[in-house]
Nanobody
Framework: QVQLVESGGGLVQAGGSLRLSCAAS????????MGWFRQAPGKEREFVGA????????HYADSVKGRFTISRDNAENMAYLQMNSLKPEGTAVYYC????????????????WGQGTQVTVSS
C-alpha cells in the first residue's frame, strides 16, 4: 500500500509555470506506475500524464503534451509534474495517483490517490 500527498499548487497567471510534487510513503514506491490527473468543477477527472516505474517512459494527454513534464525520483519516493505555459482551462484540482499495473487514462483503474492540490490559472 502507498499513501500520496501532493503539494505545490497555487495561483499563477496564464503563461506561467508551477511544479507539483507528490510524496509517497512506503518502501515499494518503485513498484508503482505514477500518474497525474486533474478535475475541474463540474467535470470528470481527466488524465494528465504518467511515468513508468523506472522513469524511463512518460505518457501525456494531448492537451498538455509539450507543456507538462512528469518525472520521478525513486530514491526519494517522489513524483513531479512540471507545468509550463499554463492556460486558464488548466484550473483544476490536480491529483497524484499510483497503480501497480501499466498506466491507464481511465481514473477508475488506478489504485491509490492523493488528496489533491488546487491550481488556479488566471487570464
Amino acid at each position: 500500500q502507498v499513501q500520496l500527498v501532493e503539494s505545490g499548487g497555487g495561483l499563477v497567471q496564464a503563461g506561467g509555470s508551477l511544479r507539483l510534487s507528490c510524496a509517497a510513503s512506503g518502501r515499494t514506491f518503485s513498484s508503482y506506475t505514477m500518474g497525474w490527473f486533474r478535475q475541474a468543477p463540474g467535470k470528470e477527472r481527466e488524465f494528465v500524464g504518467a511515468v513508468t516505474r523506472t522513469g524511463a517512459n512518460t505518457h501525456y494527454a494531448d492537451s498538455v503534451k509539450g507543456r507538462f513534464t512528469i518525472s520521478r525520483d525513486n530514491a526519494e519516493n517522489m513524483a513531479y509534474l512540471q507545468m509550463n505555459s499554463l492556460k486558464p482551462e488548466g484550473t483544476a484540482v490536480y491529483y497524484c495517483a499510483a497503480v501497480v499495473r501499466m498506466y491507464s487514462e481511465d481514473a477508475i483503474r488506478w489504485d491509490y490517490w492523493g488528496q489533491g492540490t488546487q491550481v488556479t490559472v488566471s487570464s
